[in-house]
């Protein structure tokens, strides 16, 4: 039997209306060979987890430009807890500064890829750190 392929979530949560590097790191999961599920634009992190869930995903990728990655991307984190869904791998990207990455690691983020970061780099990471349910 074939192995599966990675399922990766990529979303946007909060009122980030800026979906272009979303989507070049969609399509660089989906040229990697991963089955992706884009959620679009304004989601809340009750529709994230919810859809990752349902999905049967093995990760999600939160691109967020906005400046909440303090309270959106934990707040993803203490659902999937919530819903006894550790399992699934969490990791961002975006605009965020250096000083806030340990306090989104030690609230349950994987990683986050700041700026000028390859996909090929991000894909590596999710090849060598999310592995298939």
């Known amino acids: 039997m074939a192995e599966r392929k990675l399922r ?3 979303g946007k949560p909060g009122l980030d209306g800026h979906d272009r590097g979303a989507k070049v790191v969609a ?3 989906r040229d990697a060979g991963f089955e992706v599920i884009y959620t679009g634009l304004h989601q809340t992190p009750e529709q994230i987890v919810s859809a990752a869930i349902q999905e049967d995903v093995d990760c999600v990728g939160l691109s967020i430009l906005s400046g909440a990655h303090n309270t959106l991307l934990p707040r993803v984190c203490q659902l999937f807890r919530e819903k006894k869904a550790e399992d699934i791998i969490v990791f961002g990207g975006g605009v965020i500064p250096p000083d806030d990455i340990p306090g989104l690691k030690a609230a349950g983020v994987k990683e986050v890829f700041t700026p000028g970061t390859s996909t090929e780099d991000i894909v590596a990471w ?4 999310v592995a298939t349910h």
């Open 8 to 10: 990766v979530l990529v």
């Open 126 to 129: 999710v090849r060598q750190n």
């Open 27 to 29: 399509r660089a999961f």
